[in-house]
């Protein structure tokens, strides 16, 4: 299932073009040094800041400073990490909080308890800090898929569309499954849910890729390249965004995570490797950015 999207981007006729993305820039000192060397050489095509971490002021003042990049906001309304949280930028008296006055650790509890009002009220203020900073935006995506309802049914959909649709910023939603999931009930959620982006003239892609978030305990740096260059191989035509969570795997980012340094840093190598830049000439891939679809989108509206 495609869209129209890459036509209308002005791409050749089956085109296969991808976006890949950096998720998590902002979370920490090790995500913003992989993330913004990644961005400068032109090996990302964009990336998206948690703007509640405590590592976001450098991220949004790199973002500021460099306007001719690709930067995003990274809706966060969870905090899963053990010994290193955030909270909320509206505060710690919503519903947006656990027992300690944190992000909850796991979607189930957002979907549950979060209030819609508060929801709404939370993402706005993350994004408006990032234009108050200086952030040229070019798009909105979601840490942690907290916002699409996968767990309960549950999404917050109705308070981040109209958010994307009233800042002219598109949005990561998927159009299909294909390549990630044969569920035909998570297939007729997303085709409900593009249908309201779709009426809001908000743009999202045709597909969203990823690989497993951790390597298993002996897999290899090559067998992680060698699958995330069988899954460049794989990209069909349309748009398909791939993305990642590449971090310096140091002490900071072995305290803060409990799980995944060795991939981050594995993700971090991999997207300079001379062999995955060459699968992606290989394969003929169109590399584009977020901001070509903010572009489409604001030249649509009234």
Same mark, same amino acid.
């Given at each position: ?97 656990? &027992? $300690? !006055?944190?992000?909850?650790?796991? @979607?189930?509890? =957002?979907?549950?308890?979060? %209030?819609?009002?508060?929801? #709404? *009220? ?71 849910? &593009? $249908? !309201?982006?779709?009426?809001?003239? @908000?743009?999202? =892609?045709?597909?969203?890729? %990823?690989?497993?978030?951790? #390597? *298993? ?86």
């Amino acid at each position: 299932m495609i869209s129209d999207l890459a036509d209308r981007l002005g791409l050749a006729a089956g085109a296969r073009a991808v976006i890949i993305n950096a998720d998590d820039f902002g979370m920490c000192h090790a995500a913003n040094a992989a993330i913004t060397g990644l961005l400068d050489d032109g090996h990302i095509d964009s990336a998206t800041v948690m703007v509640p971490c405590a590592w976001a002021p450098e991220a949004l003042a790199f973002a500021a400073a460099r306007t001719d990049l690709d930067v995003g906001v990274h809706l966060v309304l969870t905090s899963e990490w053990t010994d290193y949280r955030w909270r909320p930028l509206t505060g710690s008296g919503t519903s947006l909080v656990d &027992a $300690a !006055g944190y992000f909850p650790a796991d @979607v189930l509890s =957002i979907e549950q308890r979060a %209030s819609d009002a508060d929801v #709404a *009220a939370e993402v706005a203020a993350q994004l408006q800090s990032a234009l108050d900073a200086g952030v040229d935006v070019t798009h909105l995506d979601n840490h942690m898929g907290s916002v699409y309802g996968l767990l309960t049914g549950r999404d917050f959909l109705a308070q981040v569309l109209p958010l994307a649709a009233r800042h002219g910023l598109p949005f990561r939603l998927p159009r299909s499954m294909e390549g990630t999931a044969d569920d035909a009930a998570l297939q007729a959620k997303l085709t409900e849910a &593009a $249908a !309201g982006a779709d009426a809001l003239g @908000v743009e999202i =892609i045709d597909r969203l890729w %990823s690989h497993p978030f951790d #390597a *298993a305990p002996d897999e290899s740096y090559e067998q992680v390249r060698d699958g995330f260059i069988a899954l460049l191989r794989a990209v069909p035509a349309g748009v398909t965004e791939i993305y990642l969570h590449p971090m310096v795997d140091d002490d900071e980012l072995r305290a803060v995570v409990d799980f995944g340094a060795v991939k981050r840093g594995h993700e971090l190598r991999l997207l300079s490797d001379p062999a995955v830049l060459q699968a992606i000439a290989d394969e003929r891939l169109v590399r584009i950015g977020w901001r070509a679809l903010r572009d489409l989108q604001r030249s649509r509206r009234p």
